[in-house]
């Protein structure tokens, strides 16, 4: 099992540029989540999806974008970059077989700049 | 509000040593707590997590964590340090929506171990 991979590694955008920061996951697991972590801030929530054609806004989900088509992926999309997403992004996946939380397993993460 | 805190943003500890790193929630209900662990550049790894029943829950890697109700707390512990330990330390709990599904991170702790 490869677990969650994330492509590209590093990126570096200018203001206004889009992308698409991949997450695919080999582990059959229904939720899948994207974060992004800031220095000395933790990591907050975008979007989640709970299975294949669900998804919900997470804690920051303004100027972001996800679809969920298969299980398998979970495609993040930034339309117009701004400086403000500069940051570290993190997918993750579960099992959800406790509704009260199963342990997430994380992508290496997607370093992203935007000048 | 649901939250989760680290006091303590660097934590240094000799080899050997016990060691601590903190947390304190602020959750209604029953409490789902989770440690996570971040080496550098890599993703998050799950150490353990409280649900319910024995306040001294054992995790991966020799680590424990113990909760305390009546101060509200969640911290991590492990008898004898390794150099191998020092990482970036996150709790998590449940986020605004009160499910563990949806997490909240405290802004981590960083733990280094001196040789």
């Known amino acids: 099992n490869a677990g969650v991979t994330q492509t590209p590694k590093f990126r570096i955008l200018k203001i206004g540029q889009s992308m698409t920061l991949q997450c695919t996951q080999d582990m059959n697991h229904n939720y899948m989540y994207w974060y992004r972590q800031d220095p000395g801030m933790g990591l907050k929530l975008i979007y989640y999806?709970?299975?294949?054609?669900?998804?919900d806004k997470g804690e920051v989900p303004n100027g972001y974008n996800v679809s969920r088509s298969t299980t398998e992926d979970f495609p993040l999309r930034l339309e117009l970059a701004a400086p403000s997403q500069t940051s570290v992004y993190f997918c993750a996946s579960s099992r959800d077989r406790d509704r009260r939380g199963d342990e997430q397993f994380f992508g290496p993460g997607t370093r992203l700049t935007v000048l | 509000a649901q939250s989760v805190a680290q006091p303590e943003d660097q934590v240094n500890v000799a080899e050997g040593n016990p060691l601590t790193v903190k947390c304190t929630y602020s959750?209604?209900?029953?409490?789902?707590l989770f440690w996570y662990v971040q080496y550098p550049n890599r993703g998050l790894q799950f150490l353990l997590k409280y649900i319910t029943g024995d306040n001294l829950v054992k995790g991966s890697y020799g680590f424990e964590a113990e909760f305390n109700k009546s101060q509200t707390s969640f911290h991590l512990k492990k008898p004898s340090a390794l150099v191998s330990d020092s990482a970036l330390y996150f709790c998590a709990g449940p986020g605004s929506s009160g499910s563990a599904r949806q997490l909240t991170f405290g802004s981590g702790t960083q733990l280094t171990v001196l040789p």
């Open positions: 959750v209604s209900g029953n409490p789902y």
């Open positions: 999806s709970v299975g294949a054609g669900i998804t």
